[in-house]
């Protein structure tokens, strides 16, 4: 290393907070340089959890995606999942359908579904209320973690309502977190190419700041490898952390590679080192963000193990239903069995946690 850098990786080494002009040297280390640094901060904020056994214990939480409509207006250039009125496999979940997905989960133990949609122009608030509602009172030991920032500025659209009393109104129905997704990168330029009719990042951060605010906590992400520049990722790393340091709400950041099988937007993919380099140097540059979850769903079991050594400390979901990214071309699937092993393989011991990282076994 430079001298210029050497001075850097101190820094994080005593665990101080680093500068954008920080990020882009770290960037630029060898990936294994940046991989120690990662799990050295990785440990530096973990030490303390879990009656002071947080560098032990690699936490992961039964759960389930379910995706309660495909219809969306949005057209996402990234995206293979969505379907317009005219598609013949659109669809909106019943209440019976639910409630199918939900016995499942309930069946191996889970206590969370991840529940997101598409942009639907139809649906009224009174659909949402019903379906927040039937969960709650049939199923309340699940935590209902839905609805991402765009969807929650699609829905104050079509309510005409303020995105306030919307947010709050979801809560209490039986809203209990909410997911980071649509984040993709929170700088205009980058959203106006790739997505175009979604929320700007002013617009997907004011979301979270209600949130925050009305007691929701939230987790945040990226999802890069596609029209963006280095300087975009870390400007939207920027974003999070200052937004963090405001309301203080985000439970963790998860990053993801873009997949680009089945999708309009034509992008050489990156590899699972720029992964490792990104999530790496997110955990360093985020250090009021507490949890780094490795995104085994996109770059398989085994990068996400190593991943556990670039700074991540969760395992994410057993993902017992993925629509989305599959939809893009990528499919993996792990058991809790299989998530165990992982952990225990890696050196760490596996422990089952809630949605606020709290242990449940």
């Given at each position: 290393?430079?001298?210029?850098?050497?001075?850097?990786?101190?820094?994080?080494?005593?665990?101080?907070?680093?500068?954008?002009?920080?990020?882009?040297?770290?960037?630029?280390?060898?990936?294994?340089?940046?991989?120690?640094l990662a799990d050295?901060?990785?440990?530096?904020?973990?030490?303390?959890?879990?009656?002071?056994?947080?560098?032990?214990?690699?936490?992961?939480?039964?759960?389930?995606?379910?995706?309660?409509?495909?219809?969306?207006?949005?057209?996402?250039?990234?995206?293979?999942?969505?379907?317009?009125?005219?598609?013949?496999?659109?669809?909106?979940?019943?209440?019976?359908?639910?409630?199918?997905?939900?016995?499942?989960?309930?069946?191996?133990?889970?206590?969370?579904?991840?529940?997101?949609?598409?942009?639907?122009?139809?649906?009224?608030?009174?659909?949402?209320?019903?379906?927040?509602?039937?969960?709650?009172?049939?199923?309340?030991?699940?935590?209902?973690?839905?609805?991402?920032?765009?969807?929650?500025?699609?829905?104050?659209?079509?309510?005409?309502?303020?995105?306030?009393?919307?947010?709050?109104?979801?809560?209490?129905?039986?809203?209990?977190?909410?997911?980071?997704?649509?984040?993709?990168?929170?700088?205009?330029?980058?959203?106006?190419?790739?997505?175009?009719?979604?929320?700007?990042?002013?617009?997907?951060?004011?979301?979270?700041e209600i949130a925050?605010?009305?007691?929701?906590?939230?987790?945040?992400?990226?999802?890069?490898?596609?029209?963006?520049?280095?300087?975009?990722?870390?400007?939207?790393?920027?974003?999070?952390?200052?937004?963090?340091?405001?309301?203080?709400?985000?439970?963790?950041?998860?990053?993801?590679?873009?997949?680009?099988?089945?999708?309009?937007?034509?992008?050489?993919?990156?590899?699972?080192?720029?992964?490792?380099?990104?999530?790496?140097?997110?955990?360093?540059?985020?250090?009021?963000?507490?949890?780094?979850?490795?995104?085994?769903?996109?770059?398989?079991?085994?990068?996400?193990?190593?991943?556990?050594?670039?700074?991540?400390?969760?395992?994410?979901?057993?993902?017992?239903?993925?629509?989305?990214?599959?939809?893009?071309?990528?499919?993996?699937?792990?058991?809790?069995?299989?998530?165990?092993?992982?952990?225990?393989?890696?050196?760490?011991?596996?422990?089952?946690?809630?949605?606020?990282?709290?242990?449940?076994?």
């Open positions: 290393m430079v001298a210029f850098e050497e001075s850097i990786a101190d820094r994080v080494l005593s665990g101080e907070r680093i500068s954008r002009e920080d990020a882009r040297a770290l960037y630029r280390l060898p990936l294994n340089e940046l991989g120690a050295h901060r990785r440990n530096l904020l973990r030490q303390d959890a879990f009656g002071g056994r947080g560098n032990e214990i690699v936490t992961y939480i039964v759960d389930r995606n379910i995706n309660y409509t495909n219809v969306c207006n949005v057209y996402c250039k990234f995206c293979a999942f969505y379907r317009t009125e005219r598609d013949a496999d659109h669809y909106v979940l019943s209440h019976e359908q639910l409630d199918e997905k939900l016995d499942e989960l309930t069946a191996i133990g889970g206590i969370q579904i991840l529940l997101q949609g598409g942009h639907h122009p139809k649906l009224g608030i009174e659909f949402y209320l019903g379906m927040l509602s039937h969960v709650r009172e049939k199923y309340p030991h699940i935590n209902i973690h839905g609805f991402s920032p765009p969807e929650f500025n699609h829905f104050a659209e079509v309510f005409g309502m303020p995105l306030r009393e919307v947010i709050l109104k979801f809560k209490e129905a039986g809203l209990g977190s909410i997911p980071g997704g649509g984040g993709e990168i929170l700088v205009d330029s980058v959203r106006n190419r790739i997505a175009p009719l979604k929320c700007n990042s002013d617009q997907w951060l004011k979301v979270m925050h605010e009305l007691g929701l906590s939230s987790s945040s992400t990226m999802m890069f490898g596609h029209v963006e520049t280095v300087d975009d990722r870390i400007a939207h790393l920027q974003r999070l952390r200052d937004q963090q340091d405001a309301s203080g709400g985000f439970s963790a950041f998860i990053c993801w590679t873009f997949q680009p099988e089945h999708t309009k937007l034509r992008a050489e993919p990156v590899g699972s080192a720029e992964y490792l380099r990104m999530q790496a140097l997110s955990r360093i540059f985020l250090d009021n963000i507490p949890n780094i979850q490795s995104s085994w769903v996109t770059q398989g079991p085994r990068i996400g193990q190593v991943a556990l050594k670039y700074g991540a400390n969760d395992f994410g979901s057993v993902m017992m239903e993925e629509n989305v990214v599959s939809s893009a071309g990528t499919s993996f699937r792990l058991a809790k069995a299989d998530i165990e092993q992982l952990i225990v393989s890696a050196g760490y011991e596996p422990r089952r946690r809630n949605n606020w990282y709290k242990l449940v076994d």
